[in-house]
């Protein structure tokens, strides 16, 4: 029997770990998730995976190489191996976690921030084929990005280029409490940042809303997404709103990077054209004119 | 005797257009200028250009060997060899400078980016050499960048990215007359928006200020920097606002590219410290802890 490779996929948000088997196309032979918040620490984060991969680890190695495992992470440095200063997660410092893995076990392990994995696996099996410049962006718990230049993730010259979640569009704007900062894009785009729109507009609104049906802690962008599906203006404002936000912040990527695509990913993406419409729009208003129709703004492939 | 080889190197910009004879060393062995607003049409730009530069060519070609014509202008694209709708000159919509100015010349021209010919320069000649990742931003007429990853100038899907002058701070912000964009870094930080920053600053002004003796054609940045060295202090404050709305768009370059250094060229960036150090200050406030203290702030060598 052809013996096959295979490598163990952990994408650690800010909500759940996901985990996988993948083979060498990109396909998930299995997969599972874990609760972020049950770990706050590393050393219970990596005894919790260990106890759960370990016997699926067992299981695929008899008739398969497990090569190694891959971990996408927010915040991560491909270089150093670390997670360094995650605003949303609660391991705070700079924490060795793909030395922690490989010593836990015995396995090679390589990290990379989240939205380079997202954006090197667009350019492998997604989308951006065949693409020399292009951008993900993942509108998760925080906001993350990977940017592709010239066929190649950008790391610049420390490992950890591409924190466009941090970016500025309003420098007096709304603050995100995980950073402290003004205005920036995750303050708005963000699962925590599409809910707090929605809040403000339900509070505010003078005409009756389906929002109102949900206390604070039960909304969350799919809750919005499925208000403006039934028809409801205010939870269609969220979204436009959003939108708009986020095309003005792309128009700054594009003057920038100027690429083919932005990939957008994550549970407010989800939204899909509701959000990719005003986007778009905004994008557009805001580029000279030698960039505009350039860049395409799709859902993830 | 051995033959040498000269290159002609002009840039083109808002208010001025420098030509002069290079050597392969970067050595400038002559140099002049013309007034560009005296040349509303590409046509008379070029028919202008030739008069003056003719002859001087001929006088270099007696023992050298003339290789080309490098030209340096806003909105430049290297590829097409044409200047794209530029918002700061009066040549609009798609002029074909490389060609046209090749057929007068009977020389090889290349056109780029003034801001990416500036980056080229400082890589090859100054102070980004051995830098792999550094931007350049001109503090002109306009505000133009060049941006450098991986050793190499980013030029992005179509030949025209880094135009970091049109990347928003404050998307409710002041509007640029050139554009119509608001609160992009081109609004403040030219030297229009210094002007601009400086007569709001003097006519709000409850102390006495030396701003109050120049009329509003007089004010341009030197003189408010000559202002600001006789210790004037609005026009200190004139500086240190410009130099922290500069800081905060930084920090958006930096999340973008994480580069070694920014370099500054231009009027504006001739007030130096006095510039660069609330400039300094803004950034790192507005950069994620990673990002800290990585990037250099430098007047171009």
New interface residues.
């Given amino acids: 029997m052809v013996e096959t490779k295979l490598a163990v996929g952990i994408d650690i948000g800010g909500t759940n770990i996901k985990y996988g088997i993948v083979n060498h196309l990109g396909e998930i032979l299995m997969e599972g998730r874990l609760k972020t918040l049950l770990y706050p620490t590393i050393e219970s984060f990596v005894e919790g995976l260990y106890n759960v991969l370990s016997p699926i680890i067992a299981a695929h190695s008899t008739n398969a190489a497990i090569t190694g495992i891959g971990i996408g992470a927010p915040?991560a440095?491909h270089i150093s191996g670390s997670i360094?200063?995650s605003?949303n997660l609660l391991w705070k410092g700079i924490v060795p976690v793909a030395r922690l893995v490989s010593e836990k076990f015995g396995l090679p392990c390589a990290i990379d921030n989240d939205a380079n994995v997202a954006a090197l696996g667009e350019l492998k099996f997604g989308g951006g084929k065949g693409m020399?410049?292009f951008i993900t962006i993942t509108l998760g718990t925080g906001v993350g990005s990977g940017?592709v230049?010239?066929g190649?993730i950008?790391?610049?010259?420390?490992g950890?280029?591409?924190?466009?979640g941090?970016?500025?569009?309003?420098?007096?704007g709304r603050k995100n409490p995980a950073?402290g900062?003004k205005?920036t894009i995750e303050s708005y785009c963000s699962a925590k940042g599409v809910v707090l729109t929605a809040k403000k507009y339900r509070d505010r609104a003078k005409e009756p809303t389906l929002l109102h049906n949900y206390s604070d802690g039960e909304l969350n962008p799919e809750v919005v997404y499925a208000c403006a599906l039934e028809g409801d203006a205010i939870a269609k404002k969220v979204y436009s709103y959003t939108g708009r936000i986020l095309g003005?912040a792309f128009?700054?990527?594009v003057?920038?990077?100027?690429?083919?695509a932005i990939f957008l990913f994550g549970g407010v993406a989800q939204a899909g054209n509701m959000l990719l419409e005003p986007a778009k729009k905004a994008m557009e208003k805001?580029l000279?004119?030698?960039?505009r129709g350039?860049?395409q703004l799709l859902a993830a492939s």
Same sequence: chains 1, 2.
């Avoid at 950008?154 to 420390?158: A, E, F, P, V, W």
């Avoid at 941090?166 to 007096?172: D, Q």
């Fill in positions: 915040n440095n360094e200063h605003p020399k410049d940017i230049v010239d190649k950008l790391y610049g010259n420390k950890i280029a591409g924190e466009l941090h970016t500025v569009v309003h420098h007096k950073t900062f205005g003005k128009a700054n990527f003057h920038f990077s100027s690429p083919e805001n000279l004119i030698p960039f350039q860049t």
